[in-house]
């Protein structure tokens, strides 16, 4: 097991984590057995959305006690699987032990979510489920899982938080009076803008969510030149970087008389006018 601890890690997760530790285990089996759910159906399936190739090198941040990492290395693939917590990585090494896990294709380590010790692009692939909502700073610990993940790879992080066309049922309200993080929503706003073909899907009876994306670069591209049919005419790059100051509105409705008279779009009738009222000047 390696180490990368930080300064500034949250030390109240780590409070947090360490005092169930030990109950974290028993937990999540009745959490699978109250909603009525396969615990190893779901966690395959869950894994399934890393559309993982084999010999890929993932990340698994939040690993807690390495119930996921046993079915990550199910796939042809080498793990590494960090945590914040001691207690939790503990427990979870000693279950990759005794399930006899080939320790040559799986890595243990500690580290802040929001400070992974790991080159830009590293990983194929990074997931984490179970514990995002308590991240202090949801899109900054996206954002750095996506650093870590190469061009085309994929980032898969989920957490509780009941379906929105849920929330006054009996079973959202049953939920939430049990464990308040259930009060979660989907923190969509919080994804990276350089992620592509974004998914999220409701899990486990619709009581986590699930979101998941293809790591690209920047924001999307528009072809900025591409001229509209139609009245106004122009392009994205006429309409949004060309604006000029406004004039009256009955000047504005004898452009659009004018350019309609002409059988042309607003955009062109102006460049034209525009252009020639310049160049006699």
């Known amino acids: 097991m390696t180490e990368a601890e930080h300064p500034t890690s949250p030390i109240g997760n780590q ?14 089996d009745v959490m699978f057995k109250m909603l ?73 380590f500690r580290a802040d979510v929001m400070r992974l010790p790991f080159a830009d692009g590293f990983f194929d692939a990074a997931y984490h489920f179970g514990g995002l909502n308590l991240f202090p700073d949801i899109a900054a610990s996206l954002a750095e899982m996506t650093r870590v993940v190469r061009h085309g790879g994929r980032v898969v992080a989920g957490d509780e938080g009941v379906g929105p066309w849920l929330s006054s049922t009996n079973f959202a309200k049953i939920l939430k009076n049990s464990n ?19 998914d999220c899907r409701w899990v486990l009876n619709g009581s986590f969510y699930l979101i998941s994306f293809d790591v690209s670069s920047g924001e999307p591209g528009l072809d900025l030149d591409v001229e509209f049919p139609g009245w106004r005419g122009g392009s994205h790059r006429k309409r949004y970087f060309g604006r000029l100051e406004g004039v009256s509105p009955q000047l504005r409705d004898n452009v659009v008389k004018q350019a309609a008279a002409e059988g042309s779009s607003v955009s062109a009738w102006l460049e034209k006018t525009l252009r020639a009222a310049i160049s006699e000047k």
Request: glycine share 6%.
């Open 180 to 198: 308040p993080l259930f009060e979660h929503s989907a923190p969509i706003q919080h994804v990276p803008i350089s992620a592509r073909n974004v």
């Open 15 to 28: 409070e947090f984590y360490r005092n169930r530790a030990s109950e974290y285990d028993r937990g999540n």
């Open 36 to 108: 009525l759910s396969e615990q190893a159906t779901v966690r395959e399936d869950l894994i399934d959305t890393l559309k993982l190739h084999s010999g890929a090198r993932v990340l698994e941040i939040g690993c807690g006690t390495c119930r996921d990492t046993i079915h990550l290395l199910n796939r042809n693939i080498t793990v590494y699987a960090g945590d914040l917590s001691h207690e939790m990585l503990a427990i979870g090494q000693q279950r990759l032990q005794d399930a006899a896990a080939d320790f040559d294709r799986v890595r243990l």
